[in-house]
């Protein structure tokens, strides 16, 4: 039996990003389950023809249907392609993206509105800026090191 070496999803990611970087054809991909075990052809030789496949699929096909497994007339086409119509994956439509840029820009300004909004503060008067001055040049003056 065959030793695997354990990899953690980081190593995992990285063999794809691999794969996808160097454009790995469906044969590839095909040689790399054989040569992991996963496929139950034992030979290593590259005849693995979509033609053939189908050829040999066929034939597995009559021996069921021969064994009488298949009882309420399915076809081989029927089993092939019972999720071909199947949604794997959903795109939005065109209204559907204006109208969620359009609830995120609201959201947005309303909370760029209440956020930054500028508060307003009158303009401090001249005692309490003078206040302020005597209350920095206090403290510079405690600290150590300040004539």
């Known amino acids: 039996m065959k030793q695997f070496k354990n990899i953690d999803l980081r190593e995992a990611i990285a063999e794809l990003y691999k794969v996808w970087k160097f454009d790995a054809t469906a044969k590839t991909i095909r040689n790399c389950f054989k040569r992991g075990g996963f496929s139950n052809q034992t030979d290593d030789s590259d005849s693995d023809d979509e033609d053939e496949i189908l050829a ?12 009488g497994r298949i009882t309420n007339g399915a076809t081989l086409s029927d089993l092939l392609e019972v999720d071909a119509e199947l949604l794997i994956a959903s795109y939005p439509t065109d209204e559907e993206i204006l109208k969620s840029l359009m609830n995120n820009n609201k959201g947005q300004q309303n909370d760029s509105y209440s956020e930054n909004e500028d508060v307003i503060q009158p303009k401090p008067h001249r005692i309490e800026m003078l206040q302020s001055f005597e209350t920095i040049k206090r403290g510079f003056q405690m600290e150590e090191n300040v004539p």
């Open 56 to 67: 040999d699929l066929k034939e597995k096909w009559k021996t069921v249907e021969g064994n």
